[in-house]
């Protein structure tokens, strides 16, 4: 008995040792992004096109792809303002076939990637009474298996040279269930769950994953999101939520916070003050936490409105959104491209 709980202690000992090695960032100034092959998706707006530029402005050879060919072009020329300009390439993440193609064109013309950063994303929102079965695959499709396609694409080229970096843009709501975000949650949990695994099973092999779950930022996210239901009254509260300062983090330095993580081989980056706060509270306060959230639900609008297709918030305008208290938000869409939607 002694001899077998000496063992186990061991054994545990040993574990516990090779969770927190694996764990262990590398030493500031083993990584740099000068020179480094970097491939950014969904970088022709919001977060991903401020990574772009700051991935430049550090003498990254930078690619960015997203779906829309003129939001591409745009990003193109925003980039080079930055340094040398980028390689953009259209791509659907949710075809593991487009993902493949898009990774092939980025190695013939830049050579082997270095850097994935796995940031294209889409959101829809409204009562889960409004959402479909379609809404729920279509989230997926781009917030969790784009990731998976456009990983599994670089993987053989990364595991030939026994080193590289990929980065996987989660969300707050990824550790939270927020209500009216359900298929952006379902999605996002499952992109975290993947990560974590991703980054054990990557260890041995030098490749370092970084997993970022970041709160509200102010991007203008919303003028290209999905809305269903009051779809009106569903935009006002999200782009409201999403430019409060105090509540919505500054992109810029979020984006800032993803890159030094993954240039240090953090494991985890959780970004804003209210985001840490709520993760924590929910890890040790579940059932409190879900009773709040339960609260807050009652809050958002009600049942009614769009059922089927769901609207872009650039169609959801209203007297509301468009008056001084939505300022930050409108110039927030300049600033990070996503005026035009």
């Given at each position: 008995?002694?001899?077998?709980?000496?063992?186990?202690?061991?054994?545990g000992?040993?574990?516990?040792?090779?969770?927190?090695?694996?764990r262990?960032?590398?030493r500031?100034?083993?990584?740099?992004f000068?020179?480094?092959?970097?491939?950014?998706?969904?970088?022709?707006?919001?977060?991903?096109?401020?990574?772009?530029?700051?991935?430049?402005?550090?003498?990254a050879?930078?690619?960015?792809?997203?779906?829309?060919?003129?939001?591409?072009?745009?990003?193109?020329d925003?980039?080079?303002?930055?340094?040398?300009?980028?390689?953009?390439?259209?791509?659907?993440?949710?075809?593991?076939?487009?993902?493949?193609?898009?990774?092939?064109?980025?190695?013939?013309a830049?050579?082997p990637?270095?850097?994935?950063?796995?940031?294209a994303?889409r959101?829809?929102?409204?009562?889960?009474?409004?959402?479909?079965?379609?809404?729920?695959?279509?989230?997926?499709?781009?917030?969790?298996?784009g990731?998976v396609?456009?990983?599994d694409?670089?993987l053989?080229?990364?595991?030939?040279?026994?080193?590289?970096?990929?980065?996987?843009?989660?969300?707050?709501?990824?550790?939270?269930?927020?209500?009216?975000?359900?298929?952006?949650?379902?999605?996002?949990?499952?992109?975290?769950?993947?990560?974590?695994?991703?980054?054990?099973?990557?260890?041995s092999?030098?490749i370092?994953?970084?997993?970022v779950?970041?709160?509200p930022?102010?991007?203008?996210?919303?003028?290209?999101?999905?809305?269903?239901?009051?779809?009106?009254?569903?935009?006002?509260?999200?782009?409201?939520?999403a430019?409060?300062?105090?509540?919505a983090?500054?992109?810029d330095?979020?984006?800032?916070?993803?890159?030094?993580?993954?240039?240090?081989?953090?494991a985890?980056?959780?970004?804003?003050?209210?985001?840490?706060?709520?993760?924590w509270?929910?890890?040790?306060?579940?059932?409190?936490?879900?009773?709040?959230v339960?609260?807050?639900?009652?809050?958002?609008p009600?049942?009614?409105?769009?059922?089927?297709?769901p609207?872009?918030?650039?169609?959801?305008?209203?007297?509301?959104?468009?008056?001084?208290?939505?300022?930050?938000?409108?110039?927030?869409?300049?600033?990070?491209?996503?005026?035009?939607?």
């Open positions: 008995m002694r001899t077998s709980r000496a063992l186990l202690l061991a054994l000992a040993a574990a516990a040792g090779g969770w927190l090695y694996q262990r960032p590398p500031r100034g083993d990584f740099r000068d020179g480094r092959v970097v491939l950014v998706t969904g970088g022709s707006r919001g977060l991903g096109l401020i990574l772009a530029r700051k991935l430049t402005s550090r003498g050879r930078v690619a960015i792809c997203a779906r829309d060919e003129a939001e591409l072009a745009r990003a193109r925003d980039v080079a303002r930055y340094g040398a300009e980028p390689l953009v390439v259209a791509c659907d993440v949710a075809d593991a076939g487009d993902a493949r193609r898009c990774v092939a064109r980025v190695e013939d830049l050579g990637i270095d850097v994935l950063v796995n940031n994303g959101i829809v929102v409204g009562p889960e009474s409004s959402m479909t079965i379609e809404d729920y695959r279509r989230t997926m499709d781009v917030n969790f298996f990731a396609h456009v990983t694409a670089v053989p080229s990364m595991r030939r040279r026994r080193e590289g970096r990929i980065v996987n843009v989660g969300s707050f709501g990824g550790r939270i269930a927020v209500p009216h975000l359900l298929p952006y949650t379902a999605s996002k949990f499952a992109l975290v769950g993947w990560s974590e695994g991703l980054r054990a099973e990557l260890a092999e030098g370092v994953v970084t997993t779950v970041p709160g930022m102010r991007t203008g996210s919303g003028r290209h999101a999905w809305f269903k239901g009051r779809h009106r009254a569903e935009y006002a509260w999200f782009q409201l939520g430019s409060l300062p105090g509540l983090m500054d992109p330095e979020a984006a800032e916070r993803i890159l030094d993580a993954c240039r240090d081989g953090e985890e980056v959780v970004l804003g003050a209210p985001a840490r706060v709520a993760t509270w929910n890890e040790v306060f579940p059932g409190l936490t879900g009773q709040l339960a609260l807050a639900d009652r809050l958002l009600g049942p009614g409105g769009v059922a089927g297709a609207v872009r918030g650039a169609r959801s305008e209203s007297a509301l959104t468009r008056s001084p208290l939505f300022t930050a938000a409108r110039r927030a869409a300049r600033r990070h491209g996503q005026e035009d939607g």
